[in-house]
């Protein structure tokens, strides 16, 4: 078998994915997502009498702890494979990185182990989010003095 025929055989037999369906999932789940943290917020303010701003806050610690406890818990990597990319929004898919990597090396250790693999995923997210930061401070200095 040469190297055409065997690269028609994988096509052939490389499950397609539904694009459309996918986007479709990823839109409902992370707006229901999204749904539900705004009515987190609601509560926190009517019911725990707390700013807006102050409630906008306890709801996004709230969903990062739920997110790592899920992750942890074994189940929010079947939840990413079914709802795709609704599930991974900034947030939910920062927290699941860092507790993924931190459970995948807790045999190694707290120092060589956890702490020096913690961020190997979210490291990347950070290092280009610090640097995009700064270029834009920079531009904004420029356009508006």
């Known amino acids: 078998m040469d190297k055409e025929e065997y690269k028609k055989l994988v096509d052939k037999l490389t499950p397609k ?20 943290a705004e009515i987190v917020v609601v ?3 009517h019911f725990f009498s707390v700013s807006r701003t102050d409630a906008c806050l ?29 599930l991974i929004l900034p947030t939910t898919g920062f927290a699941h990185s860092v507790t993924s990597a931190a459970l995948d090396y807790k045999r190694d250790g707290f120092i060589t182990g956890i ?22 401070a920079i531009l904004g200095v420029i356009i508006y003095g």
Do not use: H, M, P, R
């Open 17 to 36: 994915e539904n694009k459309k369906k996918n986007a479709l999932v990823a839109f409902l789940v992370g707006g229901l997502v999204g749904v539900l």
């Open 58 to 86: 306890w709801t996004c610690l709230l969903v990062i702890f739920i997110a790592s406890l899920f992750t942890a818990l074994g189940f929010f990597d079947n939840w990413v494979t079914k709802a795709k990319a609704g």
């Open 115 to 136: 702490g020096a693999n913690v961020f190997k995923l979210a490291g990347s997210v950070i290092l280009y989010g610090i640097i995009s930061a700064f270029f834009f």
């Open 43 to 45: 509560i926190f303010v």
